[in-house]
C-alpha cells in the first residue's frame, strides 16, 4: 500500500478514535475545536495548492498526557513535563489496516545538549549525538517512543517519517489543554515545540 493512500486510510480511522476515545488529558478529557490558538511561528510551514500554511512553531503545555490504545491509529505524540523532560512516543493501526507502520522519528536541540535519552517499547536508538537523538521501529499494536532531557524550557524540533515519508498531519501534542491547540489542519513536519511553561 503506498505511503498516501495508508495516510488517508490511518487518518480517516484516526480522527474519530482522537475525538471520541483516544486523547484524554491528565487533568479532563478533550475534544477538538476550531481554530488555532497558538504561536503559529512563520517561516518553515509548508503549504499545498495555495491554501493555509501549516504552523511551524507551536506551544506544547507542560504536565499533560494523552492516552491512546495502541493499534488503533496512527500518531506521534509528544509530552513534556516541566524541568525539561519529554516524551515522543508513536502507534499504528494495525488493528483498522492489518498492516504495521516503519517509524523513524528524530528530535534535537539548537542550543544546549540532550540527556537521560532512553528508548521504550520496540524502539531502537539509531543515533544519538549531543544535541539530538533518533530511533525507529516497526510498530504494530504497541506504543514505541523515546524518552529524554533538556534544559527546562529549550524548544525540540521534531522530524517525524511513517513509511519514509512525512506527514505533519500525525504530529499529536497538547496546547491550552487540547489536543493540537484545537487546529485540525496539517502540521510541517518537522515541528519545532516551544514548551509554555519551563
Known sequence: MSPYVRITVSLCALAPW????????????????SGWSGSAGGGGGSSSGGGETAPSVVDIDADRTMTVRAGDGVGVFTEYARGGHWHVWWTCDTHVTNLDCSFDVSASVSGGALAAVAAQGGAQLVSSPAASVRAVSRTSTTADGVTFD??????IVLDAKLDDTE???????????????????????????????P
Request: glycine letters at 16%.
Open 150 to 155: 533538556a534544559s527546562a524550557g529549550t524548544p
Open 18 to 33: 482522537l475525538l471520541v476515545a483516544g486523547c484524554a488529558m491528565d487533568s479532563g478529557s478533550s475534544s477538538a475545536g
Open 167 to 197: 506527514q505533519g498531519s500525525l504530529l499529536f501534542f497538547v496546547q491550552n489543554g487540547v489536543v493540537n491547540g484545537g487546529y485540525s489542519g496539517p502540521l510541517a513536519d518537522p515541528l519545532t515545540l516551544e514548551p509554555s511553561t
